[in-house]
C-alpha cells in the first residue's frame, strides 16, 4: 500500500495543503496516520476519496455536503456524474491511481470499461491523452518517477497496437508512411493514427520510432507513397525548421507535420510542400 505526503495530496488533487488540513479538522474528511516524527501521511483509501470528493467539489456541490456522504451515497452521487457527462476527470483520477499503484489489472480494467462507455476513439481522445498531459506534469514536479510513465505507456501502446491489429487489412487506395525522425521515441500519438488512418481503409507503412530519413525517402519511392506522417517533441525551433525542409524534399504527394500546441510559439515556416497538422481530425480532412 502506498503512502502520500500532504504534498502529494496537492499535487495529484489540486487541492491545496491548507485547504486540506482544514478539511480533515472541519469536516473529518481524511484520517491521516502519522510518522513516529508526526508527519501526516495518506493512504490509498483516503487519496481515492479526496480525488472524489474533489471530483463532487469541482462539479458544484459544496464540501460540506459531500463531506457527510457515506461510502455509498458518495457512489452514488460519482454514477450521477456519468449520467450528466460529466465522468473524464474521474477516469483520468482512477487512471493516475492505478499508475501510482503500478496496479496493471485496475489500468487495464479502467481503459476497458472507458472503451465500453465512450468507444475506443472517444477514450483516446477525451481520456488518455489528458491523463497523458497529467502524468507530464506530475513528472516534472517530481511526483512520479520515470518507471511508472514507462508502466503505464507500455500498457497504453499494447492496447492501441491491439486494436489496430484488430482492423481489416487493406491492399487498395492511398498509401502513407508514418514514421519518426531518428532519436524520437513519444510514438503514441502515431500509434493513434495509425488506427485512424487504417479505419477509414487508408494503407499505412508504419515505421514507428527513431527512423533515418533517408531510409523513409527510399520505402517512398518504392512503395509509392502518396503522404507522409511525422512529428517530434525533442527538438529546438532550428532543429524542427531544418526537419521541415527535409520533409518538403520527398517524392510524395503530401507530406504532413503534426505541430504540438507548445511549438507554437516558435511561428515556424512552413515550406510549400509540407502540411502543419494542430488537430487529430485535419489528417482525414486534408486526405
Known amino acids: 500500500m502506498a503512502k502520500y505526503s500532504i504534498k502529494e495530496l496537492e499535487r495529484i488533487s489540486g487541492i491545496k495543503a491548507h485547504t486540506l488540513r482544514i478539511w480533515e479538522k472541519r469536516f473529518d474528511l481524511l484520517n491521516p496516520d502519522r510518522t513516529d516524527t508526526n508527519i501526516r501521511y495518506y493512504s490509498d483509501d483516503d487519496l481515492k476519496k479526496l480525488l472524489n470528493v474533489t471530483l463532487l467539489c469541482n462539479s458544484g456541490e459544496k464540501i460540506s455536503r459531500v463531506a457527510s456522504l457515506d461510502d455509498k451515497e458518495m457512489a452514488e452521487a460519482i454514477m450521477a456524474l456519468e449520467a450528466n457527462g460529466m465522468m473524464k476527470e474521474k477516469r483520468v483520477d482512477d487512471f ?6 503500478l496496479d496493471e ?14 468507444g475506443y ?11 497523458l498531459n497529467k502524468v507530464g506534469i506530475l513528472w516534472l514536479s517530481d511526483e512520479i518517477q520515470p518507471v511508472h510513465e514507462h508502466f503505464t505507456t507500455n500498457l497504453i501502446r499494447n492496447k492501441m497496437i491491439a486494436a489496430t491489429d484488430s482492423l481489416p487489412p487493406i491492399s487498395k487506395g492511398k498509401r502513407g508512411i508514418l ?3 531518428e532519436n524520437e521515441y513519444h510514438e503514441l500519438a502515431l500509434i493513434f493514427f495509425n488506427f485512424l488512418l487504417k479505419q477509414n481503409r487508408i494503407k499505412t507503412y508504419y515505421l514507428g520510432q527513431s527512423t533515418p530519413i533517408a531510409e523513409v525517402k527510399a520505402i517512398a519511392k518504392e512503395v509509392k507513397a502518396d503522404f507522409i506522417l511525422t512529428y517530434t517533441m525533442i527538438k529546438n525551433k532550428m532543429e524542427i525548421q531544418t526537419y521541415l525542409e527535409e520533409l518538403a524534399d520527398f517524392p510524395t504527394k503530401q507530406n504532413f507535420f503534426i ?26 480532412d486534408n486526405l
Open 121 to 131: 476513439h472517444d477514450t483516446i481522445i477525451n481520456v488518455i491523452f489528458p491523463f
Open 96 to 101: 493516475v491511481k492505478s499508475m501510482l499503484d
Open 105 to 118: 489489472i485496475s489500468f487495464l480494467e479502467t481503459f476497458d470499461q472507458c472503451v465500453k462507455d465512450l
Open 179 to 181: 514514421f519518426l525522425p
Open 259 to 284: 505541430e504540438h500546441r507548445s511549438q507554437r510559439i516558435f511561428k515556424l515556416d512552413y515550406p510549400e510542400k509540407v502540411s502543419k497538422l494542430t488537430e487529430i481530425d485535419e489528417l482525414l
